[in-house]
């Protein structure tokens, strides 16, 4: 029987939501050269994995938080999939911006929140964790206490992991970069060394450098 990890990984390779290409390295925002290419909005266009997606994430929620008052989801990328997990839930939602709006109410957190509320915060993806961090500081400093946070996929960095443990935060995934690499091997998706060049691109993303062809 299938672990949901591979479940995932196999659907998020299927539509591309995952892309892996060590020979022909992506850029990330930030900077990074990167042999991996997350994009879980994809999912959003397919309406069974969206849905699966959504309960997965909610059965998550009701096993571990049954005393959550809402959820929160991270702008833009986890808008949609929080507003799905709250309405599954019956929960109130909220999302919360990278920076607060430059006119009107100058919201960060738009949606209505009670201070006192538990919120678990729902997330598309996880990389250094600093954008999802930023979005637990603002919810507790508008009064409310974040009791979790769940996410589609995270890459597993070290710092990532020291920066939650460091919030206070506990981090559940429905899937994770090793069970990516182990499904997209399995399938011929990548070879040996691929993985190989994958697992050393993890351990120092920020200085990775690909190989000359």
Known sequence: MKTLEKLIAEKLLKI????????????????????????????????????????????????????????AGVATGAIAQGAMVAEELGLPFVYVRSSPKDHGLENIIEGDLKPGMKVVVVEDLISTGGSSLKAVEAIRKDGSEVIGMV???????????????????????????????????????????????????????????????
């Open 16 to 71: 591309k939501a995952v892309k892996l290409q060590p020979s022909n390295p992506f850029t990330w925002a930030m900077g990074w050269k990167s042999p991996i290419y997350c994009d879980n909005r994809k999912t959003l266009s397919y309406p069974q994995l969206r849905n699966f997606i959504k309960i997965e994430l909610a059965r998550i929620i009701r096993e571990k938080y049954e005393q959550v008052d809402a959820i």
């Open 151 to 213: 996410a589609i996929f995270t890459y597993g960095f070290d710092v990532a992991a020291e920066r939650f443990k460091q919030a206070k935060v506990e981090l559940t995934t429905l899937c994770n970069y090793d069970t990516i690499l182990e499904t997209a091997l399995e399938t011929n998706y990548i070879t040996d060394a691929e993985v190989r060049t994958l697992q050393t691109w993890r351990k120092d993303p920020a200085n990775w450098q690909p190989r000359i062809q």
